[in-house]
């Protein structure tokens, strides 16, 4: 066991690529061993439990096997996987997801105030929002990505992207204000 674990530090992100386009098991094996904890947190955060998580997660790999040759190598292999990940997730629970647009402009609610709260009730928080806000607000103020991006992986516009963001935001801080209270 100890050689495999060195083998998974020795081979080289382009080494294991090569080999999953060939299918080769152990690059496979590689590739899943070196992302799972991280694709499975970034699942989890989107559809809001453990059990469709696992699923998305085998989901997800399945699909990041088949189509590894067309990852371009422009931008990290990390963010290709996380990307594929987040729209297999989106797409499981789709049915359940409604993102409402705004015609009035958005509040920019300030989430500075989350700094001093404990973390497994911001935890609680976060994944007891509506699906599509937990989504966006997972996608953003979590994992980084911009409202462009967010509106092109979930096919909405950036205005709803805003929308939820700022709705989560506020939901988020009336639950944990009436924690406190």
């Given at each position: ?83 594929i ?24 609610v ?14 609680q ?10 989504m ?6 979590i ?39």
């Open positions: 066991m100890q050689s495999n674990t060195k083998a998974y530090k020795m081979s080289s992100e382009q080494e294991i690529i090569s080999g999953c386009i060939v299918n080769d098991r152990l690059s496979q094996k590689m590739l899943y061993e070196n992302y799972k904890s991280h694709l499975y947190t970034v699942i989890y955060r989107t559809v809001g439990n453990f059990e469709e998580a696992d699923d998305v997660l085998q989901e997800s790999f399945v699909k990041i096997f088949r189509s590894m040759e067309s990852y371009s190598g422009k931008g990290s292999l990390a963010g290709w996987m996380r990307t990940c987040i729209r297999t997730a989106y797409a499981k629970i789709k049915k359940r997801v409604s993102f409402d647009e705004l015609t009035e402009a958005h509040e920019n300030s989430m500075e105030w989350v700094l001093d709260m404990d973390t497994d009730y911001l935890h928080a976060i994944q007891a929002l509506p699906n599509g806000f937990r966006v607000f997972t996608m953003i103020e994992e980084g990505y911009s409202h462009k991006e967010v509106a092109n992986i979930l096919s909405i516009s950036e205005g709803t992207s805003k929308s939820q963001l700022s709705r989560a935001k506020k939901k988020l801080k009336e639950s944990l204000i009436n924690r406190w209270n």
